[in-house]
């Protein structure tokens, strides 16, 4: 596996956010980027305090600070990055769930969210899990979990 950029700076609730968008499927970075400023111009720009969306209160601390462009191709940069797959957030150790002897070793989560074994972790399929992801799927798959 290649070294994955580390992004920084982001709440909690930016990385839920980006993360539920990322494994729902439904959006890709351009769909996101909309979305975030689409959340901006509707609520922020309208004179609220707030926007609805984590991003897109992100982005308004962004555009609050003089139109920042180096800041906003940053905030694009890390989703486009996140999205392909070359960066990750820190703190959080990967896991693979590997079963050495079997014909399909990995674990890997489908897009509809169910989850099977492969026998080669495609791009495609999620395979790589956090701990208490792997502990909500079966706390017993931890002992075949193997850091990324």
């Known amino acids: 596996m290649n070294e994955k950029r580390t992004l920084k700076a982001w709440t909690k609730e930016e990385r839920e956010q980006l ?3 990322k494994k729902s499927g439904h959006y ?4 996101l980027c909309f979305l975030i400023n689409d ?5 922020c720009g309208t004179g609220n305090m707030r926007c609805e969306s984590p991003l897109g209160e992100k982005y308004k ?13 940053h905030l694009v940069q ?6 392909a ?3 990750k957030f ?6 693979y769930v590997f079963l050495a002897k079997s014909k399909y070793p990995f674990l890997i989560e489908e897009e509809n969210g169910t989850f099977d074994w492969s026998d080669y972790p495609e791009e ?16 017993r798959y931890m002992a075949f979990a193997l850091e990324v």
């Open 85 to 87: 797959g070359t960066a």
């Open 28 to 31: 890709n970075v351009i769909n």
């Open 78 to 83: 890390d989703v486009i990055d996140y999205f």
């Open 39 to 43: 959340d901006y111009v509707r609520t």
């Open 61 to 73: 601390k962004l555009m609050d600070n003089k139109y920042d462009d180096s800041a906003i191709n």
């Open 90 to 95: 820190p703190g959080l150790k990967k896991y």
């Open 19 to 21: 993360e539920k968008c």
């Open 124 to 139: 495609r399929y999620k395979y790589e899990f956090t701990e208490d992801e792997i502990k909500a799927i079966d706390p």
